[in-house]
């Protein structure tokens, strides 16, 4: 009897042993005489229980975590024998934090081998794409639409009418160019998929071509993540071989190709202007708009930019219809949202869930509150250009509408935990730092302003003329969010004047901004 086993390759399984307790398994099945199918996965993304290792049994996959090399002997024999192990979780599915959410686009995540479109296809994959080559360019677009899809990494901007834009644009040669620079602070929802369901996204990538006419699409990976970058090639590869990348894709008249590009490790590069030029090989320097990329984008060609979560929710929806996914979701934000929960968390992971869930459900009853075991004091959310949030707005749900009504965003759905010992004058002053490297250095208020920022935050901390320069800083915020020309310069202050707001005694002066609660 052959024991088929299943271990995460996810990088943040890798962190905490995945490979050395693969090894174990290995060397122990060696010992014991057994037949072992060790097949790796990527992560199910439930972190504090990785390396989190499963095995098929004909009730179904049961997992066992967290584990050590150590654990690898016993943890094999309780497979062997479904036998009782002290490390056994049971049925994956039946976990209570996975079995809470509604995994649309993570419904293969840390299931399937990444690296094999026969597995792929076993579980759903490509049946998107077989709908969308019968319904035609112009059907897909209206089933993007629909569902009312928007950007997941940041903007929320409606994906189906930037596809609708470049499907009507007049070129002899357009793209279709992925982000996968996921720069922000407490994300990783777009690794976690290019490691363990990178297939969706090509095959997300595949169908915005065809309903754009493009023909050439490039993911552009952040440098620090190469075992995505290591996945998607794997997986490009493999998908050619099977015939659904290259000329005449799944037997049809389209032709469709990826390359992956690897970016140097610059937060302004995701900035889809910024990246464009990254690809072309110049500098990573933002563009004026217009024109809009959906014109005018890679080498001066109609393009499509879209975030990783942004093509992978689509062969979902073209699967099972834009209805379906749409009837998830509160107001104008509809389907499901991959949120990240991270930093002094109890419970971190990727929760996918429709939207409407509220701030507090997320970090106290999901996250369990902090890892410290001390209250919960503020969150940030949506980046490092994202504002932060005390416990009295835990009642804001999840809503791209609902987050900017109380001056923050959701951004690409990172929530950054902290607890009652974070000092919100050092985070303010960070955000301004963190603005001042990270610049492109192509307008004045995000150059000098975040470091005249900092300068002034300095001040105020150390307690100099404080109303003053907290009225300076006031100015300083409105000149960076109305005379920026991208969002790095123009949502630092989001961060900077939600701590100052919120938590006014950290900057030692009686409260001179008022809450804005
Ligand atoms: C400074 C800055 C950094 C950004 N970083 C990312 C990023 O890492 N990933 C991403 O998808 N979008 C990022 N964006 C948003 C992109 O400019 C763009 O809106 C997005 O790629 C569009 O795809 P979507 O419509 O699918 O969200 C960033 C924007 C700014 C201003
Ligand atoms: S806001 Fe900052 S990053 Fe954006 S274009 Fe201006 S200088 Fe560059």
Known sequence: MTLKVFIPRDAAALAVGADEVASAFAAAAKRDGLSLDIVRTGSRGLYWLEPMVEVETPAGRIAFGPLTPGDAEGVLDAMRTDSAHPLRLGLPEEIPWLKRQTRLTFARCGVVDPRSVADYRRHGGYAGLARALNLGPDAIIEEVVQSGLRGRGGAGF??????????????????????????????????????????????????????????????????????????????????????????????????????????????????????????????????????????????????????????????????????????????????????????????????????????????????????????????????????????????????????????GLIGHGGIVVFDDTVDMAKQARFAMEFCAIESCGKCTPCRIGSTRGVETIDRIIRGEDRGANLALVEDLCNTMKFGSLCALGGFTPYPVLSALTHFPEDFGAAPRLQAAE
Not at 177 to 187: I, M, P
Not at 262 to 269: D, I, L, N
């Open 158 to 407: 409606p994906t189906g009418i930037k596809w609708r834009t470049v499907a009507e644009a007049q070129a002899a040669q357009k793209y279709i160019v992925c982000n996968a620079d996921e720069g922000d602070s407490g994300t990783f929802a777009d690794r976690m998929i290019m490691e363990g369901d990178p297939l969706v996204l090509i095959e997300g990538m595949t169908i915005a071509a065809i309903a754009t006419g493009a023909t050439k699409g490039y993911v552009y990976i952040r440098s620090e993540y190469p075992h995505a970058v290591a996945a998607m090639e794997a997986a490009c590869a493999a998908a050619r071989r099977d015939g659904a990348l290259g000329r005449g894709i799944a037997g049809s008249a389209y032709d469709f190709d990826i390359e992956v590009r690897v970016g140097a490790g610059a937060y302004v590069c995701g900035e889809e202007t910024s990246l464009l030029e990254s690809i072309e090989g110049k500098r990573g320097t933002v563009r004026a708009k217009p024109p809009l990329p959906a014109h005018k984008g890679l080498f001066g060609q109609p393009t499509v930019i879209n975030n990783v979560l942004s093509f992978a929710s689509v062969p979902v929806i073209l699967d099972k219809g834009a209805d379906i996914y749409r009837d998830f979701g509160m107001g104008r934000s509809r389907g499901t949202m991959p949120i990240q929960l991270a930093g002094n968390v109890k419970h971190g992971g990727l929760f996918e869930t429709a939207f409407g869930i509220t701030l507090g459900e997320l970090v106290d009853e999901i996250g369990g509150g902090t890892a410290s075991g001390r209250p919960v004091r503020a969150v940030q959310v949506g980046g490092p250009l994202g504002a932060y949030f005390p416990r009295a707005l835990f009642d804001t749900p999840f809503d791209y509408e609902a987050f900017a009504a109380r001056d």
